[in-house]
């Protein structure tokens, strides 16, 4: 099946070398692509960060800023920060670094689990994912045309037409299923992990569709600028998750998009943020 490799070097890329104390160097799976997958570098920080805490610990959120563009054929250095550890919460700080300058940084915390007051905006309405077009059948319809990206570690079926430019999220449902094209076993860091990096994709196209254009339109400069991931309790990151996209607002050159994850059965598990860089390319 397609994308069964690209499944297996996205795993291993995901669990970093340990190079000394809190010391981490990572790789990226498919360097021709020319650029390092913003979503890449949070699973990895993520992995960096996991690493140095106890497993009775979960990552509740993360706070992201990309600072430069990452060089996919250079490895990635990680270092990790421990600023804190508390009776129920810890704190990290990552900073990946390619030739000695900070390409990202990052704070995450983390919480040993506990109960408390629980509640949740519905999911919308939504077909099964069984009912949109899978990755193959999507390419054998002009899916290539709208997505050249060659490594395919995840399965997304989207709600909307990606080739219909006058659609906007406020013309109809928005969204995406996802699901990596593999299994993921039983640890939860990794689960986490998995959703860092499938979170960064159709994030900021939210905000380009309200305008008609997609992030690799010639005439736009785009790129993450930060990015931040809140978890809602444990979840399975193999079976399919729901992920709906809205932007409130873009301005500046900016756009701001929001994401919510839901699992088939309706709960929240994950809420994400973005501000991406949406800019015309001759105000350079």
């Avoid at 990946?96 to 629980?118: C, H, M, W």
């Avoid at 039983?186 to 900021?204: G, I, P």
Wanted: glycine share 8%; charged share 30%.
């Amino acid at each position: 099946m397609p994308g069964d490799d690209d499944f297996e070097r996205m795993i291993a890329s995901l669990t970093l070398e340990s190079l000394d104390q809190n010391l981490f160097r990572g790789f990226t799976p498919e360097p021709h692509l020319g650029r390092v997958f913003g979503g890449q570098v949070l699973a990895q920080s993520m992995n960096a960060a996991c690493r140095t805490v106890d497993e009775d610990r979960r990552v509740h959120t993360m706070h992201a800023y990309f600072l430069r563009p990452g060089n996919p054929k250079r490895p990635i250095i990680y270092d990790v920060d421990p600023i804190r550890d508390g009776k129920r919460f810890t704190t990290r700080r990552v900073i990946a670094r390619q030739n000695g300058k900070a390409i990202y940084s990052t704070s995450i915390s983390f919480q040993v689990p506990e109960d408390g007051l629980d509640h949740q905006d519905p999911m919308p309405a939504v077909g099964d994912p069984e009912s949109y077009p899978s990755d193959e059948e999507r390419r054998n319809n002009d899916y290539a045309r709208v997505n050249k990206e060659a490594f395919l570690p995840i399965e997304y079926r989207p709600t909307f037409d990606e080739l219909d430019r006058s659609l906007t999220p406020r013309d109809q449902m928005f969204g995406v299923w996802v699901r990596p094209k593999g299994r993921l076993g039983d640890d939860v860091s990794l689960h986490q992990c998995v959703v860092a990096y499938l979170s960064d994709n159709y994030l900021m196209s939210t905000a380009l569709r309200h305008h008609g254009k997609r992030w690799n339109d010639e005439d736009l400069q785009t790129a993450s600028i930060d990015h931040a991931l809140w978890f809602h309790g444990d979840f399975r990151a193999d079976d399919w998750l729901y992920y709906d996209l809205s932007s409130p607002r873009s301005f500046g050159g900016r756009g701001v998009n929001f994401g919510r994850l839901y699992t088939r059965d309706g709960r929240m598990v994950a809420t994400s943020a973005q501000e991406g860089l949406m800019r015309w390319t001759d105000n350079d």
